[in-house]
């Protein structure tokens, strides 16, 4: 997304600029907030002392915290706001006793709009809802970050984290790399996937009567699983947790709707592979650079089409067609292709994201998405951390896979027109121990 801009400014990515194209024309963009919600032992901190903290780590380990957007279109930059104030950035909710936390944390990132005069984050302090501890809640515009951005900007707030400065963040997505000889070819490959994802996915849930009276706009549930069972399958099989994690899915997807499309044996191989009967292909996120290298600025990710094989009755064979999508080959030449399309100029990408959006987001929401993401504890008193999922237009459900160190929690956020998510997340523990005893005996 290279182009003229002035000292101090860091253009968009092609990921940038394609969360802003989906939100176009939205009186509200609640839809793409997320978060990360981190439970801590005690009282609250003091509201001076958050502050003061916030601007200490911005100036001294996370300065893209302080960058906001500029411009609109193919002119839009990110750049430092020059009146950053971190009391505008730190919140506290009160939330009434006996609350779910996970439900209130998803309610209190759509509370209050981040303006586009400000960088698009905040840090929530949530309290009230018990005698013995509070929720620190790190909310952000997916436009401004991507998961990985997130979570680095909550170990540099919370932690020893520092992150690079956000031109040296970005500045390899336009450098040459091996392999990428033929950038248009990567391109319209990165561009067929694109297309395939946007294609209507088999019917996966039971439609709900939405907007009942009451009913929250989006349902969050959280599924805290213990790792050890994950571990004992991973050294079985020689597959990472985020792969498991991608299976567990599916095998709760086939569990919750066991009666939706023809079995695997039914539907031939080929149609299996696009996802045909009762296999979905959701989008899979793969990111462009590593840990130690993301800013915290910006989406530095691409999409991995990626089959679910919820027609299949065995849970290990599950197992090994998502671990065969999913291969290191796999995901690098994902990341080529993803990258040939971060090299696109924005006045290129602006109206080929205008043409292809619509797709994303027109006809019936009915996309269900699952992103993998690993973080380590930033804080050692941390009793959960768990992801608050975005949930775009178009969009029905979302699953993060979040891997920390003691536990692989699943959040999923869900349209109100999806009835009964809470059922489907409550089958990934019984699908735990079907993958666990057929990858172990």
Same mark, same amino acid.
């Given at each position: 997304?290279?182009?003229?801009?002035?000292?101090?400014?860091?253009?968009?990515?092609?990921?940038?600029?394609?969360?802003?194209?989906?939100?176009?024309?939205?009186?509200?963009?609640?839809?793409?907030?997320?978060?990360?919600?981190?439970?801590?032992?005690?009282?609250?901190?003091?509201?001076?002392?958050?502050?003061?903290?916030?601007?200490?780590?911005?100036?001294?380990?996370?300065?893209?915290?302080?960058?906001?957007?500029?411009?609109?279109?193919?002119?839009?930059?990110?750049?430092?706001?020059?009146?950053?104030?971190?009391?505008?950035?730190?919140?506290?909710?009160?939330?009434?006793?006996?609350?779910?936390?996970?439900?209130?944390?998803?309610?209190?990132?759509? @509370?209050?709009?981040? =303006?586009?005069?400000?960088?698009?984050? =905040?840090?929530?302090?949530?309290?009230?809802?018990?005698?013995?501890?509070?929720?620190?809640?790190?909310?952000?515009?997916?436009?401004?970050?991507?998961?990985?951005?997130?979570?680095?900007?909550?170990?540099?707030?919370?932690?020893?984290?520092?992150?690079?400065?956000?031109?040296?963040?970005?500045?390899?997505?336009?450098?040459?790399?091996?392999?990428?000889?033929?950038?248009?070819?990567?391109?319209?490959?990165?561009?067929?996937?694109?297309?395939?994802?946007?294609?209507?996915?088999?019917?996966?849930? /039971?439609?709900?009567?939405?907007?009942?009276?009451?009913?929250?706009?989006?349902?969050?549930?959280?599924?805290?699983?213990?790792?050890? =069972?994950?571990?004992?399958?991973?050294?079985?099989?020689?597959?990472?947790?985020?792969?498991?994690?991608?299976?567990?899915?599916?095998?709760?997807?086939?569990?919750?709707?066991?009666?939706?499309?023809?079995?695997?044996?039914?539907?031939?191989?080929?149609?299996?592979?696009?996802?045909?009967?009762?296999?979905?292909?959701?989008?899979?996120?793969?990111?462009?650079?590593?840990?130690?290298?993301?800013?915290?600025?910006?989406?530095?990710?691409?999409?991995?089409?990626? /089959?679910?094989?919820? +027609?299949?009755?065995?849970?290990?064979?599950?197992?090994?067609?998502?671990?065969?999508?999913?291969?290191?080959?796999?995901?690098?030449?994902?990341?080529?292709?993803?990258?040939?399309?971060?090299?696109?100029?924005? +006045?290129?990408? @602006?109206?080929?994201?205008?043409?292809?959006?619509?797709?994303?987001?027109?006809?019936?929401?009915?996309?269900?998405?699952?992103?993998?993401?690993?973080? /380590?504890?930033?804080?050692?008193?941390?009793?959960?951390?768990?992801?608050?999922?975005?949930?775009?237009?178009?969009?029905?459900?979302?699953?993060?896979?979040?891997?920390?160190?003691?536990?692989? =929690?699943?959040?999923?956020?869900?349209?109100?027109? @999806?009835?009964?998510?809470?059922?489907?997340?409550?089958?990934?523990?019984?699908?735990?121990?079907?993958?666990?005893?057929?990858?172990?005996?």
């Amino acid at each position: 997304m290279n182009g003229e801009i002035a000292a101090g400014q860091v253009p968009l990515t092609f990921g940038d600029h394609y969360v802003l194209r989906l939100t176009a024309g939205v009186a509200d963009d609640f839809r793409m907030h997320f978060g990360l919600g981190l439970r801590m032992p005690g009282s609250p901190p003091p509201a001076a002392d958050l502050r003061e903290l916030v601007a200490k780590k911005v100036a001294a380990q996370a300065s893209a915290l302080a960058y906001r957007l500029v411009g609109a279109g193919r002119r839009a930059r990110w750049e430092p706001d020059p009146g950053f104030d971190p009391a505008y950035h730190v919140e506290y909710h009160r939330v009434p006793r006996g609350s779910d936390v996970h439900q209130a944390a998803e309610a209190a990132i759509r @509370v209050r709009a981040l =303006s586009r005069e400000r960088p698009l984050w =905040s840090l929530m302090v949530l309290h009230g809802y018990a005698d013995d501890e509070h929720m620190l809640c790190y909310r952000a515009h997916h436009a401004f970050q991507d998961g990985m951005g997130a979570i680095n900007a909550v170990r540099a707030l919370l932690g020893d984290q520092t992150l690079p400065s956000p031109e040296a963040g970005v500045a390899h997505l336009g450098s040459g790399e091996a392999g990428s000889a033929r950038p248009g070819a990567g391109m319209r490959q990165a561009l067929a996937d694109l297309l395939r994802l946007a294609g209507p996915p088999p019917r996966w849930f /039971t439609p709900g009567a939405p907007g009942s009276a009451g009913a929250p706009a989006r349902q969050l549930h959280v599924a805290a699983l213990d790792i050890a =069972s994950f571990h004992d399958i991973a050294r079985a099989t020689g597959t990472s947790i985020a792969q498991i994690g991608v299976t567990l899915v599916a095998g709760a997807l086939r569990s919750w709707r066991p009666a939706a499309g023809p079995r695997g044996s039914q539907v031939g191989m080929a149609k299996a592979a696009r996802g045909g009967g009762r296999d979905m292909t959701v989008a899979l996120p793969v990111s462009l650079t590593g840990a130690g290298r993301h800013a915290g600025l910006g989406n530095h990710t691409g999409l991995i089409p990626v /089959t679910l094989p919820c +027609g299949e009755p065995d849970a290990f064979a599950r197992l090994q067609r998502v671990a065969a999508q999913t291969t290191l080959r796999r995901l690098g030449e994902a990341r080529r292709r993803a990258k040939a399309l971060y090299r696109v100029p924005a +006045g290129l990408a @602006v109206p080929l994201l205008r043409l292809l959006s619509p797709l994303a987001t027109v006809g019936e929401c009915r996309q269900l998405n699952v992103s993998a993401v690993r973080m /380590t504890r930033a804080d050692p008193g941390m009793s959960e951390i768990f992801a608050i999922p975005p949930l775009a237009p178009g969009v029905a459900g979302m699953i993060v896979i979040l891997h920390a160190d003691d536990a692989v =929690s699943f959040s999923g956020v869900f349209d109100a027109r @999806v009835s009964r998510p809470e059922e489907l997340m409550g089958l990934l523990r019984p699908a735990l121990r079907e993958l666990h005893a057929a990858a172990t005996r």
